[in-house]
């Protein structure tokens, strides 16, 4: 346990709910690391009660000569900005880098070396990510790829925040890539940070439930502060867990409220506010112009947000000071 390992310089922070299968496999990868027991592991858990039984008992089983651990199950509301806060303020007063990973990721090896090792060689660097594998499902058309870039749903740049509030990665792998570290204004889920940084920079908590782009609103903070870089020889494969996953008409519902709250947090002018409702406007286009099957739960949930949005009936449109302790999808 980490009283045995006070002298940690890195931690990792794991939150979960409800997943302790996905979670036996991701700390197995954890594990084989070079380096890990070196490298204690908080594990934030916001499970139903007796998926909370499992999953402390997938984490215990590795035992501390394999793995040392801490597992802390999260008394409040299940939310990942909050049990990911929690994680930081238990780590050891000697853990200056605090790498974040999902429940459901196989992390490859020397993928923790080689974030670190950017954070220490980089002064000017405040966070960190690797490449993020993902089950692919195909290579979108030119024809498509211009209708984004015209709605502003993508750019030709990679690692940019756009001013409808959507985002390109720069976290994908791009095939025979040499060209070192990569310059990002956000990161995903699964990146690394300085300590220093998250004791001025915490996520925000006003998101609750699924804390859907409190990723992209912490990294996109301090981008504005430090600079974020992408290293390419640190990979994980995210297995995209099907166990509480938002469907497509909550997902669809959500991403247009959250999205709205994420531009009226980082935008002040005018032209992104209508930028966000050209955004709109392309999704719903590509929606109902996809072939997938769900594409009438998807449109369901789009409209749902839309009328949200339209008479702000939801308490991240409303005064923050007082949105923090409301549930949301």
């Known amino acids: 346990m980490f009283p045995e390992h006070t002298g940690a310089s890195e931690a990792v922070v ?10 036996a496999r991701t700390l197995k990868s954890v594990a084989e690391q070079c380096r890990a027991h070196d490298r204690p592991v908080v594990v934030v858990d916001g499970s139903d009660r007796d998926d909370a039984e499992r999953t402390a008992g997938v984490v215990q089983s590795w035992g501390d000569e394999e793995l040392p651990f801490s597992y802390h199950r999260h008394s409040g509301r299940p939310a990942g900005t909050r049990q990911r806060n929690v994680g930081v303020d ?17 992390v490859h090896p020397g993928y923790f070396e080689a974030l670190s090792a950017v954070l220490r060689t980089e002064p000017n660097v405040g966070g960190v990510g690797g490449i993020v594998l993902e089950p692919s499902e195909g290579t979108p058309s030119t024809r498509r ?20 509030g959507c985002t390109t990665s720069a976290q994908q792998p791009i095939q025979n890539d040499t060209s070192g570290l990569r310059d990002t204004e956000w990161l995903n889920g699964c990146s690394s940070y300085r300590r220093s940084v998250l004791e001025q920079h915490r996520f925000d908590e006003v998101l609750t439930g699924y804390s859907m782009l409190e990723d992209l609103d912490l990294s996109y903070r301090i981008h504005h502060q430090m600079r974020l870089v992408v ?6 494969t995210h297995r995209r867990s099907s166990c509480r996953r938002l469907d497509p008409e909550r997902y669809n519902r959500a991403l247009t409220v959250h999205r709205r709250w994420f531009i009226e947090k980082h935008f002040d002018s005018v032209s992104s506010r209508l930028a966000y409702w050209w955004g709109l406007a392309g999704r719903f286009l590509a929606i109902t112009a996809s072939s ?14 839309l009328r ?10 409303s005064d923050r000071s007082t949105s923090s302790t409301a549930d949301q999808d």
């Open 14 to 23: 794991i939150c979960t709910r409800n997943r302790p299968v996905d979670l």
């Open 231 to 236: 290293q390419p020889e640190a990979r994980l």
């Open 90 to 106: 238990l780590l050891p007063e000697t853990v200056r880098i605090v790498h974040f990973i999902d429940d459901d990721v196989t």
């Open 292 to 305: 997938d099957p769900r594409r009438i739960a998807a449109c369901r949930g789009f409209l749902q947000g």
């Open 145 to 164: 790829k211009r209708l984004q870039s015209l709605f502003l749903l993508r750019s030709a740049e990679d690692g940019r925040v756009l001013p409808s």
């Open 308 to 317: 949200v949005v339209l008479a702000r009936d939801h308490p991240l449109l």
